[in-house]
């Protein structure tokens, strides 16, 4: 009977190292950093750390951006105040009636005034009508007729 459970004991033994030998193999080939799960685990492991480093870069750029645009938010409800204000200060001027606007025309630099040839009433109502931002266009164009 001795004889049997150590036969039996040698062969469990047999077979653990066999098993043993087999699964050592195998996790050197897992582990190889070739060719094995272990290059795939370096090189993800490299990717997030890249990873890591370009979200905090992202996350400092998105913090400055909205820095930014916070305070361009703030000027351009000030500028909207403003504006509002502007206008609100128009509606309670007095209104003028056309005829006073028509007769009060924008004062010409002595230079161009032509004492000589009176004005004839299709270039006093282009005066009025040219706004100042196109005075200098507007004196150009008459220069070139």
């Known amino acids: 009977m001795d004889l049997i459970a150590d036969t039996l004991m040698a062969a469990g033994a047999l077979g653990a190292a066999i098993y043993c030998i087999v699964l050592s193999r195998r996790l050197k080939r897992f582990n190889n950093l070739q060719n094995g799960m272990g290059g795939a685990v370096a090189v993800l492991s490299a990717q997030v750390d890249d990873m ?28 909207s105040r403003k504006l509002e204000l502007m206008m609100a200060s128009l509606h309670d001027l007095p209104e003028e009636n056309a005829t006073a606007q028509d007769a009060v025309a924008p004062r010409q630099p002595d230079s161009e005034v032509d004492t000589d040839k ?3 009433s299709s270039e006093a ?9 196109l ?5 150009h164009l008459e220069a070139a007729e």
């Open 125 to 133: 109502d282009l005066s009025v009508q040219v706004p100042v931002f």
């Open 52 to 79: 890591t480093k370009t979200l905090i870069k992202a996350q400092s750029a998105a913090g400055k951006s909205a820095e930014q645009l916070g305070d361009l938010t703030q000027r351009a409800e000030a500028a």
């Open 118 to 120: 009176p004005q004839t």
């Open 135 to 139: 005075s200098h266009r507007h004196k």
